[in-house]
């Protein structure tokens, strides 16, 4: 880890002020740290300047409305929303997804907003290599060890999206309010977080002189059933081989809304929406569930060490529609 | 006292080695199983409890001397590599920068293990040290690593060791025209005739088995803290073999072995991959010898991950034959196993295919293959963890090839005496009694009930199997072993030994068997180790032979301080030595039970004066073989949806003879047992083949298990005394829990599914690739 200047700010936009100084050297925001400290002990990030959100106690904690909606400050860590009994009933999907992310120790410091912005996992990156997405021209992964990459291609990257999280909140319709130099935005987590180009080699849309402010799940979400379920390699403390994250609104038996996000499967979470649409207007069954499974692996293009994971998230989805509906699979 | 030199075989890790040792004295009676204990066979906390989990415990990462620097490795960043150039003059003037090794400026820094530069001009694996800073701060070390200029010129190099093996292969060292380990390989033993065997038999089965590397990941890394004074070189070790890591440093240095001193108070794990000082340790020396102060050099994760040693893969390829009615007829094994760039022998892989089952025709082939990857290094129970999985998986297909039950099997092939040495008798061998207790405690018998295969149904996505398999080791130790008793001058006790405790509760136990024979309380016994400059030489802490080695030394020095101490008391209270007997530290007239007084009444008027007794292991039995046995039944559930396998139980049936203290052994066997269920079903070192590179030399791509991966662990232990082995009745404990594990896990799983495993480990990928399409 190289040296660094440590400042702390009391809000968005002062850390927007900070961002945008005229000095050398790059600046990073850090919240929890849980992703930038381990990325600049390996070298892989070297600010000059850490901007530090965390004083800025207005972004954090759940603020919720009547109706339903809900807005969770970007500072909320991980552990704050999963001790909270109101939501674990609400909105089990995203309790779910946090129980099944990293470790305790790292959730009472990892915060919703820095999970949306983490950085890949893949271990040729993190080895140090110069890939294409450390800014080189190849990605050893492609022809590499990719037991663990992407098996939807997305680009000149095959790393997997490494967050429980947002499977969950896209599943949500959840947005987020970004504030900027002129002002708020509110965009779809599913829009902010994209595979990386060749300009921006990062896993989501974020400007450099952006901050993430809350989250925003609608009132709608509220009431729908979901469930978020996850394979790994050992019970704990894993990124997903493959995740799923369920969302239906049934009127009796019948699907009147419907939403299949899955996790570590692609450069980001992968709305598998022509299975979404199977299952619009029908009754679940065995056989639907099935069918709209193999539909959510349609364009799959699997690497030399990872076709399992075709089966493994198509069983995944399979599963929770199923569970989602209140049909033991 | 007269002294006597006797020759005496030690086992170590398959090992026979022949050892001349200076006795004195003589040993008392061994500990039958009737032996009226009272210390020993308790559940004893550990005595050093509190300052391990209050973090007052010392271990050479921690320890910190007045100016002391810190050392950090530049390593190869190529699988193999000449060293060019190295123009280390950016780095040399930045802050703090104190010495800079390379191969250029410090040729004479030798590993004197192998005889060979660790610093040298040919890199052989992803991983090995170029050179190494030392500054004031450890980071003011790892900025410098950057700034040194290296060139390196590529060589071509190989990690496959199938691919190692061909006779156009690539060298793994330019200067070796062979990637076979060393001369003495291949090493083949044979008796009886294989081919007839296979040919005379009524049902064959033919295996090929391949086992992961697997790194040892013990919590604390290897390395040292390094300081010389001028006259004497202090050096806290990360080690498990005090007296080898001094041997080492004085080798390397040009010292006398009386001018190194080695601590090592606690140790973060070793598992089998600490036997001496290490490359870290031998550079904090050299370094410090040449700056005069203090260097600490302690590898960082992932530097222990690439170049701290580990278990080696091995691809093993069984041919089993056997006789209609299940008597085994020949057994065939031709194992490879994957050493890395400096690996020169190969681990006792093919053990258990000589001794585990009664055999006549028994044929083996060791194939030790270097490659370019980081060396081997012992890990508990080398060779026969991934020999036993191997072997027990075939000899399940056997079983089933004869339509047997694979239970049933073992117990018709079991082997009564030692085959290895001519049917010499096991001192002991309960392992038919191991696998009636564990069938029974597993419930062998309903094993194929359907309700319990299939929890959900035939139709549902999980499997349920049940599957078990043997244990043979060692684990008697063995002499040289020396401890020194001291009652000091309030009437507590010190027992001085060079031993180590790795973690294993080593001071816990020999603090039990001193006050057992000191008749004193056990929280008036101090248990001194792990210092050279004690000068009472204790062998490494491996090979299962702490116990069955340090603790007979301990008894008898004890013993012999109790005589001296009543002699004393006799002297005070005018009454014959055989009149008085000790009790919880009091001293007491035999008949009328008078109370004399607490010992320290007596030893206080010595004015200051202790007195101390030697103790020292003696030699072996050469009539009998001593052996633990043991057998592990484990049940699992796969879910053949998504290719998880879980654990659901663990039974473990071990004879190791007297235990000393349950509540250690059972830690013994819970670690064993975990790092064995990590072995069956995650841990693995993957290697990118193009780029001769370790992936996961972390903890984040290396999984082992975490708390909610372990199942219900049922231990047993059936053994009682062995009074062959040692005066206390004890074998080892260390290793033995860890060797049947992922045998048994393996046999379930295949069980489970109904279908063959060929590798470890069985991560979902490959239980998925192996179910195939649904």
């Known amino acids: ?329 | 006292m007269p002294v006597r030199i006797a020759t005496t075989h030690l086992e170590f890790e398959g090992q026979v080695y022949e050892q001349r040792v200076v006795l004195e004295g003589d040993e008392p009676p061994v500990w039958g199983p009737d032996a009226e204990l009272s210390v020993v066979g308790t559940a004893a906390p550990r005595v050093d409890g509190r300052e391990r989990v209050s973090g007052a415990a010392v271990y050479s990462h921690d320890v910190r001397l007045p100016g002391q620097l810190f050392a950090v490795g530049l390593r190869s960043p190529h699988a193999h590599a000449r060293v060019v150039s190295v123009d280390v003059s950016r780095a040399e003037t930045m802050p703090g920068i104190r010495l800079i090794l390379t191969r250029f400026s410090d040729p004479n820094l030798i590993d004197p293990a192998r005889k060979r530069a660790i610093l040298g001009e040919e890199l052989l694996f992803h991983g090995m040290e170029a050179a190494v800073v030392v500054a004031g701060t450890r980071e003011q070390a790892h900025d410098a690593l950057s700034a040194i200029d290296v060139t390196y010129e590529p060589l071509p190099f190989v990690v496959d060791p199938a691919v190692a093996l061909r006779p156009d292969a690539t060298h793994v060292e330019t200067a070796r025209t062979s990637n076979i380990a060393s001369e003495d390989y291949p090493r083949t033993y044979e008796r009886g005739d294989v081919e007839a065997g296979l040919r005379d038999a009524g049902a064959m089965v033919e295996v090929r088995f391949e086992t992961p590397a697997a790194l040892h990941n013990s919590m604390e890394t290897h390395g040292a803290v390094a300081s010389w004074d001028g006259r004497t070189m202090t050096v806290y070790s990360s080690t498990q073999d005090i007296y080898g890591a001094r041997g080492q440093i004085a080798s390397a240095l040009g010292l006398q072995q009386n001018q190194v001193r080695v601590i090592k108070q606690y140790v973060g794990g070793g598992f089998g991959s600490k036997f001496g000082a290490h490359h870290a340790g031998l550079i904090a020396a050299y370094a410090s010898k040449q700056l005069g102060r203090p260097v600490h050099y302690l590898l960082s994760r992932e530097e222990e991950n690439l170049a701290a040693g580990h278990r080696p893969a091995s691809i093993q390829t069984y041919r089993l034959g056997a006789t209609s009615d299940g008597a085994l007829t020949a057994l065939d094994l031709r194992a490879i196993s994957n050493t890395g760039a400096l690996g020169s022998w190969m681990s006792a892989v093919s053990l258990a295919a000589k001794e585990l089952y009664l055999c006549p025709n028994v044929r083996t082939i060791d194939l030790p293959v270097r490659t370019n990857l980081g060396t081997q290094s012992a890990f508990r129970a080398p060779g026969v963890v991934e020999a036993t999985a191997a072997l027990e998986v075939a000899v399940d297909e056997l079983a089933q090839a004869l339509g047997m039950d694979p239970l049933e099997f073992r117990v018709k092939n079991h082997a009564p005496n030692n085959q290895l040495m001519d049917g010499r008798p096991y001192s002991t061998k309960t392992l038919l009694q191991a696998y009636a207790t564990g069938a029974e405690r597993i419930g062998w018998a309903t094993r194929d009930d359907e309700a319990r295969r299939f929890p959900r149904g035939r139709d549902g996505y999980l499997r349920r199997g049940v599957g078990m398999a043997s244990q043979i080791w060692g684990g008697d130790g063995g002499p040289p072993a020396q401890a020194i008793a001291k009652l000091l001058p309030d009437g507590t006790a010190v027992i001085l030994t060079g031993t180590q405790d790795i973690g294993t509760g080593t001071r816990t136990v020999l603090a039990q068997i001193a006050a057992e024979e000191l008749h004193i309380p056990l929280a008036h016994v101090r248990v001194e180790l792990g210092d050279t400059e004690y000068g009472v030489f204790s062998p490494a802490s491996g090979g299962s032979m702490t116990l069955a080695s340090v603790g007979p030394a301990v008894r008898m020095a004890a013993v012999r301080l109790r005589g001296e101490l009543l002699e004393i008391v006799s002297h005070f209270t005018e009454a014959p030595v055989d009149a008085l007997e000790v009790r919880e530290g009091r001293v007491y007239a035999r008949e009328t039970g008078r109370d004399f007084g607490a010992i320290g009444e007596f030893l206080g008027q010595l004015d200051g004066h202790e007195i101390s007794a030697k103790g020292m292991r003696g030699p072996n039995a050469e009539d009998v073989t001593n052996r633990t046995f043991g057998a592990q039944f484990a049940e699992v559930e796969v879910d053949i949806g998504t290719g998880q396998v879980r654990a659901r139980k663990i039974v473990a049936v071990h004879d190791c003879g007297r235990v000393v203290n349950p509540l250690t052994l059972s830690s013994q066997m819970e670690g064993g047992i975990i790092q064995g269920l990590g072995f069956a079903l995650m841990e693995r070192r993957i290697v990118d083949e193009r780029l001769g590179r370790v992936m996961n030399a972390n903890l984040e791509g290396y999984k082992i298990p975490t708390i909610r991966d372990i199942p219900e662990i049922d231990v047993v232990m059936i053994g009682e005394a062995n009074t062959r082995a040692n005066t206390l009745g004890s074998l080892g404990a260390g290793e033995p829990p860890i060797i049947p594990t992922a045998g048994a896990i393996a046999n379930a799983v295949a069980h489970a599914l109904g279908k063959p495993v060929r590798r470890l480990p069985m991560t979902p990928d490959y239980i998925l690739d192996l179910l195939g399409e649904p």
Request: proline fraction near 4%; charged fraction near 20%.
């Open chain 1, 1 to 329: 880890m190289r040296a660094f200047e440590h400042i702390s700010t009391a809000s968005a936009e002062e850390a927007i002020e900070r961002l945008t100084e005229n000095e050398s050297g790059e600046a990073r925001l850090i919240a929890g740290g849980t992703d930038l400290l381990t990325l600049m002990k390996a070298d892989l990030a070297a600010p000059a300047r850490l901007i530090d959100l965390k004083p800025a106690s207005h972004l954090r904690g759940v603020k919720g409305h009547p109706g339903g909606s809900l807005q969770l400050g970007a500072l909320t860590t991980l552990a704050e929303i999963e001790r909270d009994a109101t939501l674990a009933s609400m909105y089990p999907i995203l309790i779910q997804a946090i129980r099944d992310a990293a470790t305790p120790q790292l959730r009472a410091m990892a915060t919703m907003g820095g999970n949306l912005l983490q950085q890949y996992r893949c271990w040729y990156y993190r080895d140090g290599l110069r890939c294409w997405l450390a800014g080189g021209d190849e990605c050893f992964a492609r022809t590499g060890q990719n037991q663990y990459h992407a098996i939807f291609q997305q680009g000149p990257c095959v790393a997997a999206h490494p967050s429980d999280l947002a499977p969950a909140l896209i599943a949500l319709d959840a947005t987020t309010t970004i504030q900027g130099q002129t002002g708020e935005r509110e965009t779809l987590v599913e829009d902010l977080l994209a595979a990386p180009a060749e300009s921006r080699r990062v896993p989501h849309i974020l400007g450099q002189h952006e901050v993430i402010t809350r989250i925003n799940i609608p009132a709608s979400s509220a009431t729908a059933r979901g469930i978020y379920l996850k394979a790994m390699d050992r019970q704990a403390w894993s990124f997903a081989l493959a995740s799923v994250a369920a969302r239906l609104t049934l009127e009796g038996n019948v699907v009147r809304a419907a939403r299949l996000v899955l996790g570590g499967v692609a450069n980001t979470p992968w709305r598998a929406h022509e299975a979404e649409a199977a299952l619009m207007g029908q009754a679940i069954t065995s056989e639907l569930a099935t069918q709209a499974a193999t539909l959510a692996m349609q364009g799959a293009a699997s690497l030399a060490f990872n076709g399992y994971k075709v089966r493994l998230a198509r069983e995944l989805t399979r599963r929770a529609i199923l569970l989602t509906a209140g049909v033991e699979p």
